[in-house]
């Protein structure tokens, strides 16, 4: 008797007996093509889904090699296996009964292809091997699988071809709190070995989708890398579609979206590894300014930048829209908590004697809050070596989500106005001296103020959703028409000052042994007792993110907060050992929804902590 046939009758003994003893089923199956693995059983029907591996040998997987002959090509299939398991999985569960009875999926999956830990590819045990003895089912206790499992994955050889393995999440049905044994049986023992053999086997798949798949990120991937060798800090091709289906729809536009065209002059070829050539607008580093009528295109085409630092999927219409990997949107955030950031370069002697280098806060205003957050992403750009110059960043504003105030001050206003009572520093006055100072670029959608043609390298007009190289015109209106304003910014930036978080002030557990994160959407993650709105972080794209960074801020207090590690040098190690180890590294047992995050954006939920004390 296979060990498929063992678990049926083990699924159909348990029918009607109490969910807990659910529990019995831990443990490792071979099926006919696979090994089953229960790592996680739930303890109730409403509880969170319970957790499997799948793992399929290379023999029956029989990938190509070189779908996965590099990094990102593995990342890329990775993802596309993720893609079609989820799809396959969702459609063939349906509700078998109370509570989250009959789940069969992997993750909610979006528009970036992410480095994610729902599949992996495995070094595999060959079929003639599994032919011999199969294992008796003495199935291993959760617990023990765990342990064995919070090792990171095995370095990837890249002679021996690949098996795959899939986590899936499973809702073991009940009805009430009871078992539904032949439901959980046809659930195991049929559903999933039909989507396995839908999805992993190669053979089976669309080997051109899953080809064009991994090109795909290969080629924008390989863009991005290149684009310092032009000193660009983004790249937008020529015929991509950037609007969206609606603002809760991320697919592109069905309805006669008008491809973008960049403008001769800033026009740049690249010759892509697999698309072979491909043309479009370079933005150069420096200070760039988008200007255009309201409804132009303007923030549409700074939301297709922003997603820049993520492959998108084939077809999304922005899969070659690449920007720096350090590109960072900035916007207003009234209302969040502040803690000990040096905001002086942009405000400085706030009413009450407020002080503005250590400036913290409850509720910060619009303008307190977008100084901060620029501050914030400046002190995470910082390499934690000293010696070492930090990353080049590039800052992305729309005047949309900016705050008037901190953008601009024009003539009238400093005659009405005394720099004296005006504790802000405007952008306009400080976004050339970080350039200058610290090499920082600036990419500003900007509609309302001519003041910025003095401080932009470039200026690029949107009309009719196309773009337009308007820099000359702009200068030769900024001489006619000069604004009369005095420049507040002084000739230095000022200095970024670097902070020491203290590990008490993140207390994920509540005071108990237990860590307790959560996550509810792409906007919130509940770390301990407290919410952490992460809505105004734009550039993050799944909740599977804020898992890893809720995963990532309990390592990073674990493993590095010791009162006098800087923020920058935690996120160094943190980043350092997540590369080199994997994902997996952040939690104690095989999970299928952690994706890959930025610095920037576990530096944004650390600061967003409204418990969070600094040395
Ligand atoms: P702006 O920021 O200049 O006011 P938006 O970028 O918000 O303009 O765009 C206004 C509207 O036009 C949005 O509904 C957007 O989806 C749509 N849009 C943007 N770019 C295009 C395009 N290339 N083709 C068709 N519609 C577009
Ligand atoms: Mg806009």
Known sequence: ???????????????????????????????????????????????????????????????PTELYSNRIREIALRDYLSRQVDAVARDVSGRRGTGKSGLIAVTRIGQQILERTSVYLIDTVEEKEREKPILPSKPTPA?????????????RSQEKPKGVEVRLVVGLPASGRRILGRQAAEMICDDIPYIIHRTLKYERLDGEACRRHVETAEDAQ?????????????????GSILPRRSGVDDRPLANQPVPFESPSELEVEFELPNKGQIKGMGIPAGVTLIAGGGY????????????????????????????????????????????????????????????????TTENAS????????IMEVLEAGLSGDVDKEGIPLVLLVDEDTAATNFMIRDRRMQELISKDSEPIVPFIDKVRQLYTDYGVSTILVMGGSGDYFDVADLVVAMENFQPYEVTEKARAIAKQYATGRTPEGGQEFGEIKQRIPLPASLDPSRGRRDVRLKVRDVDEVVFGNEDVDLGAVGQLVSTDQLRAIAAAMVYAKQQYMDGYRTLAEILDAVMGDIQSRGLEILVPFPQSDLAMFRRFELAAAINRLRTLAIK
């Open 222 to 238: 390989w863009l991005r890398d290149r684009l310092p060798s032009k000193n660009l800090v983004a790249f937008v091709a020529n």
């Open 1 to 63: 008797m296979s060990n498929q046939q063992v678990l049926r009758r083990k699924l159909l003994d348990l029918d009607n007996r109490n969910y807990k003893a659910y529990r019995d089923i831990s443990g490792s199956y071979e099926f006919p093509d696979f090994t089953l693995i229960v790592d996680y059983v739930q303890g109730d029907p409403f509880a969170a889904p319970s957790k499997l591996r799948v793992q399929v040998p290379s023999s029956i997987a029989a990938f």
């Open 296 to 359: 132009h295109g303007k923030s549409t085409l700074l939301r297709a930048m922003e997603l820049g630092v993520y492959n998108q999927v084939p077809e999304d219409g922005r899969e070659f829209v690449v920007t720096n990997p350090a590109a960072v949107k900035i916007r207003a955030e009234d209302g969040r908590s502040v803690v000990g950031v040096d905001i002086s370069p942009f405000i400085a002697q706030l009413p009450q004697g407020r002080s503005t280098t250590e400036f």
């Open 366 to 373: 619009g303008s307190t809050s977008q100084a901060a957050n």
């Open 143 to 155: 617990g023990n699988l765990a342990l064995e499992r919070a090792k990171p994955m095995p370095q």
